[in-house]
């Protein structure tokens, strides 16, 4: 994208392309995109350049991270009938959690939603029985889905534990046939898409604003050997360069 403003700065433009570089996508994007957007940096399109195979994300899981906390009872590591083992319970729970009926629902975009046993904190020493376990769960909610019924699901299946919201970010859903995402999809020859993960698409979205993942092709995110292809690259460029040369010719 920076390759690409350099291009557009010796072109003779019909509108106006800013891009914005920010540090906090991967921590929640508060101080970076959020506040921007909160300051009037909007436009009539928003491109985020994750990698999509130079296919079009319109859709994106909305996420609800929780944090519980599974109380148990004390005991001699030697006795453990005598308490009850936070670690236990909390994997009871756990399993519980993975035959709700939301966790089984499907859209035209995604096969089901997701959950993650992202973190596990529990037990000091060898010899006790554990009285408490913390839970960190990382929910990825379709859209149209209403994180509120599954926030009080949670706590339905965690009676006893308190359940507290780490982390709320809204889905994205970008319709298919807005003007500037059509001529998107034409001048890649790409197909549409729902992203399993989120990005800053959301807080454009949140403004009514057609927000888009859009970006060269690679694979293993968050995992080993991430990579991105180069060659996609250089097709990246050239595919917004056109897009944005020729944004309004459709409209004559």
Known sequence: MMVLMVKLAASSLNCRVV???VPDEESGGERGTAHL????????????GEPTNLNIAVQAKGILQLLVEVPGV?????????GTNAILKAMDHFRKLTSLPFFQESTLFFHQPSLNL??????HVFNQVPDRC????DIRYLPG??????????????????????????????????????????HAGASFFGQDGSADTRFYAEQGIPAVEFGPAGAN?????????????????RILHE???HIKDDEQ
Request: overall charge negative.
């Open 145 to 186: 889905q209403n994180p509120d019924d599954i926030l009080k699901a949670v706590r339905e299946v965690m009676a006893g534990s308190e359940v507290r919201v780490h982390f709320h970010g809204t889905p994205v859903e970008t319709k298919t046939d807005d003007v500037l995402v059509s001529r998107l999809c034409r």
């Open 118 to 123: 992202a973190k596990i904190q529990a037990g």
């Open 19 to 21: 891009l914005v570089l």
């Open 243 to 245: 897009f944005i040369l």
């Open 134 to 137: 913390a839970l960190g769960i």
């Open 221 to 237: 995110h968050h995992g080993p050997g991430e990579y991105v292809d180069i060659a996609s690259l250089c097709d990246y460029v």
């Open 37 to 48: 957007v909160k300051q009037g940096i909007i436009g009539d399109i928003a491109i985020c």
């Open 74 to 82: 004390a005991a001699h590591g030697s006795r453990p009938w005598l």
